[in-house]
């Protein structure tokens, strides 16, 4: 085949953008973490000794993050002035991390996962998984940050009220299993803002759970939350009005045998509510910067953590409305829909 020299400058400078972008990753976390936005966001305009001398960091580190930066377009720099500074855009989403625009976390969970790399290639060529416990600690706090503001954005204004008669459960008194909950931070929101319901966070690593314990007790929640380590065909109880699976079922090994505890575990008239990535049900339909982020999150991180377990069924983060429904009938769910959907989630109700 002949080569087409103005399509392939054209592919070749598509490829210089995300060597860019994937080297913009590594300066965003290293931002986040030494204070560089929430300073130069606060006190900016700046030059880089100003900067630096503000946060403590090194000038010469200071100029050439602020220049890569500013030819990212994640900060403006003033040429007339020699000052760089944050516009309200950048800084809502690079110092906010209450805003649903927030991209910390991302950022953080993202280069994480790219740190398995070794053990990713590894995999490909022995067919084995990787645990979500077997990365890097940065992706625990990189996913709850990722996901926080959309889950505080959506999870109470709009997901459990699209449910069939949950909200008058919770407002009335509810028991509530919040399962694959990471670090907790959908069932601290759920705690928040229903005082008269009991919510138990379940994960299978400890670690998450551990830290969970410690922001809860920081948000003051008293009795009404509690975490334990159990895996989603293991957790105990039964009878719950409510149970959750925020962006997990996809990452077990087992969804099916899952989906059946879940039966069991609820109570007669009870609900279960699976958040799960956006995705439409083919592939050529996920070819879009969205499908690009999760098909490769899902590469590093979610179906090397399937394989991991036992079954190693591997849906991935794109498997799509009818895929998920499938998995939560085989469970022995018999009324399952989808509930409501954002532009980077899907949410179904499934019930007995
Ligand atoms: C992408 S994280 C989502 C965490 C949390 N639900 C959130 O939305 O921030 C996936 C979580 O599923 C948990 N997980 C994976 N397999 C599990 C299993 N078989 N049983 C329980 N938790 C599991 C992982 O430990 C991890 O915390």
Not at 244 to 260: I, R
């Amino acid at each position: 085949m002949a080569v087409d020299q103005a399509k392939l400058m054209e592919f070749v400078g598509k490829a210089f953008g995300d060597m860019g972008a994937a080297l913009t990753a590594g300066l965003v976390v290293i931002g986040d973490k030494l204070g560089l936005y929430k300073a130069l966001a606060a006190h900016g305009p700046m030059t880089s000794v100003e900067l630096a001398e503000r946060t403590g960091t090194a000038e010469r580190y200071v100029r050439e993050w602020l220049s890569a930066q500013a030819a990212a377009g994640y900060i403006e720099y003033d040429a007339a002035a020699g000052r760089f500074r944050m516009s309200a855009e950048q800084a809502e989403a690079l110092t906010n991390e209450a805003s649903p625009a927030c991209v910390l976390g991302g950022f953080q969970g993202m280069t994480a996962a790219l740190r398995a790399a070794p053990k990713i290639t590894e995999g490909f060529r022995t067919g084995r998984g990787v645990g979500w416990h077997e990365h890097d600690p940065d992706l625990f706090e990189g996913t709850r940050r990722f996901f926080q503001p959309g889950y505080t954005a959506n999870l109470v204004p709009n997901w459990l009220p699209a449910l069939d008669g949950v909200i008058a459960k919770l407002e009335a008194g509810a028991r509530v299993a919040d399962v694959g909950c990471g670090l907790g931070a959908s069932t601290m929101l759920m705690a928040q803002a229903f005082p008269h319901s009991q919510f138990v966070g379940f994960d299978y690593h400890a670690p998450s759970i551990e830290r969970a314990r410690e922001l809860a007790g920081g948000a003051g929640l008293g009795e009404r939350v509690r975490f334990e380590q159990a895996a989603a065909k293991e957790f105990p109880g039964t009878g719950y009005d409510l149970v959750t699976f925020f962006d997990c079922l996809h990452d077990m090994g087992d969804p099916v045998g899952a989906a059946a505890h879940v039966r069991q575990a609820l109570a007669a008239n009870g609900t279960w509510m699976i958040v799960e990535p956006f995705a439409h049900d083919r592939l050529e339909e996920n070819l879009n910067p969205i499908g690009r982020v999760f098909y490769g999150a899902s590469t590093f991180v979610c179906t090397p953590a399937s394989l991991s377990q036992e079954v190693g069924l591997a849906l991935g983060a794109q498997a799509g409305e009818s895929r998920l429904c499938e998995v939560l009938r085989q469970g022995g769910f018999t009324r399952v829909r989808l509930a409501t959907q954002t532009p980077f989630n899907l949410i179904l109700e499934a019930r007995p």
